[in-house]
């Protein structure tokens, strides 16, 4: 039930392995709450700033809490928009990871996966699969010592993907949602 399949990696693939990457640590979505409650509150003291000037007829805080308000409402969007943060680290890893656009040639065995690409090959025995992630568009797999894979789900008919799963399932490897 071996199957060799060849693809290359698209921008897309990688942002959705940023995606799941984030989803998966919990501490990544802790700190991006966090931040929010950070914003909103000073936000909200910003806007307290706003009033008490607007009470006192203080043009010239008005102005600085308004130029203020407007930075802020702009970091707001930034930091609460994991998207934006998603495509921002695809573009740097697109521009500087070169070898991101070679060929990569995966073979799929009952014991094991070979994952090999322009600078790397990898021989990765199922038994050290940490998990391995379904979401749309690939199969994002985790090695036990945290390097991670990126399978493009694209790149399968529809005859090899439900063996690709059964390989899984045989080594009692549970494929998530992401």
Same mark, same amino acid.
């Given at each position: 039930?071996?199957?060799?399949?060849?693809?290359?990696?698209?921008?897309?693939?990688?942002?959705?392995?940023?995606?799941?990457?984030?989803?998966?640590?919990?501490?990544?979505?802790?700190?991006?709450?966090?931040?929010?409650?950070?914003?909103?509150?000073?936000?909200?003291?910003?806007?307290?700033?706003?009033?008490?000037?607007?009470?006192?007829?203080?043009?010239?805080?008005?102005?600085?809490?308004?130029?203020?308000?407007?930075?802020?409402?702009?970091?707001?969007?930034?930091?609460?928009?994991?998207?934006?943060?998603?495509?921002?680290?695809?573009?740097?890893?697109?521009?500087?990871?070169?070898?991101?656009?070679?060929?990569?040639?995966?073979?799929?065995?009952?014991?094991?996966?070979?994952?090999?690409?322009?600078?790397? +090959?990898?021989?990765?025995?199922?038994?050290?699969?940490?998990?391995?992630?379904?979401?749309?568009?690939?199969?994002?797999?985790?090695?036990?010592?945290?390097?991670?894979?990126?399978?493009? +789900?694209?790149?399968?008919?529809?005859?090899?993907?439900?063996?690709?799963?059964?390989?899984?399932?045989?080594?009692?490897?549970?494929?998530?949602?992401?």
């Amino acid at each position: 039930m071996a199957m060799s399949l060849e693809f290359t990696l698209k921008p897309q693939d990688f942002e959705e392995s940023f995606m799941i990457y984030h989803n998966s640590k919990p501490y990544l979505r802790y700190t991006s709450i966090f931040m929010i409650y950070v914003l909103i509150i000073f936000v909200g003291f910003l806007a307290a700033l706003k009033i008490h000037a607007l009470i006192n007829n203080d043009v010239d805080t008005l102005k600085r809490v308004d130029d203020s308000l407007l930075v802020f409402t702009g970091l707001a969007l930034l930091i609460c928009s994991p998207g934006f943060w998603y495509k921002l680290m695809t573009a740097f890893m697109w521009k500087v990871g070169h070898f991101l656009k070679e060929p990569v040639l995966v073979q799929i065995e009952e014991s094991m996966f070979i994952y090999k690409n322009a600078v790397m +090959k990898s021989e990765i025995q199922w038994s050290s699969i940490q998990s391995v992630t379904e979401s749309n568009h690939i199969f994002f797999i985790v090695h036990r010592l945290q390097a991670s894979y990126i399978v493009p +789900k694209r790149i399968f008919t529809e005859k090899n993907i439900n063996e690709f799963k059964q390989i899984l399932a045989s080594n009692n490897i549970l494929i998530q949602k992401g």
